[in-house]
């Protein structure tokens, strides 16, 4: 971890007018597998800016930490907005996994082998799908245009929304991004539903 670089907190916008999220970024492009990673606070707001730090580390990681390519733009359209530094960031690798296995398929449980890296981006052992569910996929890079729709997708879940109400689902990366949420932050029986209006809206 490069930590000069790292710690600093950001506020993104959200996408179809969800408000704003807060992401913290870590710099971990000297591990040669990642370039930055991006953990999201479990704070967002409707348009009142927060520059309280500690309000925002202590609600809680929301996502993440998210497999970004490069460090957040803070100029322009949709730019974010440095709010501070949490001193206190993560220095370690954080658990995460992988398989060797086309991710594609609507539902990861019925993938194998899953691996479980703990605090190497090396040594794994190998797990069933649910001991490693609820961590990321750290291999998978998140396009930062992408990460906000990330946020917005698994919110729109939660709210009881149908997410393709929002997102047109015949485009592969929105399915893609949809698949990844649903796999990671839900339980399988959510995923099992979720997975059934997808099969009928790109049928």
């Given at each position: 971890?490069?930590?000069k670089?790292?710690?600093?907190?950001?506020?993104?916008?959200?996408?179809?007018?969800?408000?704003?999220?807060?992401?913290?970024i870590?710099?971990?492009?000297?591990s040669?597998?990642?370039?930055?990673?991006?953990?999201?606070?479990?704070f967002?707001?409707?348009?009142?800016?927060?520059?309280?730090?500690?309000r925002?580390?202590?609600?809680?990681?929301y996502?993440g930490?998210?497999?970004?390519?490069?460090?957040?733009?803070?100029?322009g359209?949709?730019?974010?907005?440095?709010?501070?530094?949490?001193?206190?960031?993560?220095?370690?690798?954080?658990?995460?996994?992988s398989?060797?296995a086309?991710?594609?398929?609507y539902?990861?449980?019925?993938?194998?082998?899953?691996?479980?890296?703990?605090?190497?981006?090396?040594?794994?052992?190998?797990?069933?799908?649910?001991?490693?569910?609820?961590?990321?996929?750290?291999?998978?890079i998140?396009?930062?245009?992408?990460?906000?729709?990330?946020?917005?997708?698994?919110?729109?879940?939660?709210?009881?929304?149908?997410?393709?109400?929002?997102?047109?689902?015949?485009?592969?990366?929105?399915?893609?991004?949809?698949?990844?949420?649903?796999?990671?932050?839900?339980?399988?029986?959510?995923?099992?539903?979720?997975?059934?209006?997808?099969?009928?809206?790109?049928?």
């Amino acid at each position: 971890m490069i930590n000069k670089n790292s710690g600093f907190i950001f506020r993104f916008p959200l996408e179809k007018g969800l408000g704003y999220g807060y992401s913290e970024i870590l710099d971990s492009s000297d591990s040669k597998t990642w370039e930055y990673l991006a953990i999201i606070y479990n704070f967002f707001d409707q348009g009142e800016m927060c520059m309280d730090i500690s309000r925002i580390v202590s609600s809680g990681i929301y996502m993440g930490p998210l497999n970004i390519i490069k460090y957040p733009n803070t100029k322009g359209k949709n730019a974010w907005k440095l709010i501070g530094r949490n001193e206190n960031f993560s220095k370690v690798i954080p658990p995460h996994k992988s398989v060797p296995a086309d991710i594609r398929n609507y539902d990861w449980s019925k993938l194998k082998p899953w691996r479980y890296f703990e605090d190497s981006i090396f040594n794994f052992t190998e797990v069933d799908y649910e001991k490693v569910r609820f961590i990321e996929y750290l291999n998978l890079i998140t396009h930062n245009d992408s990460l906000p729709k990330k946020v917005t997708m698994k919110k729109l879940i939660e709210m009881g929304e149908k997410v393709d109400n929002y997102y047109d689902f015949s485009d592969q990366g929105n399915r893609n991004i949809f698949v990844q949420v649903i796999n990671t932050y839900f339980s399988q029986e959510k995923v099992e539903d979720l997975i059934k209006d997808l099969i009928n809206r790109v049928n």
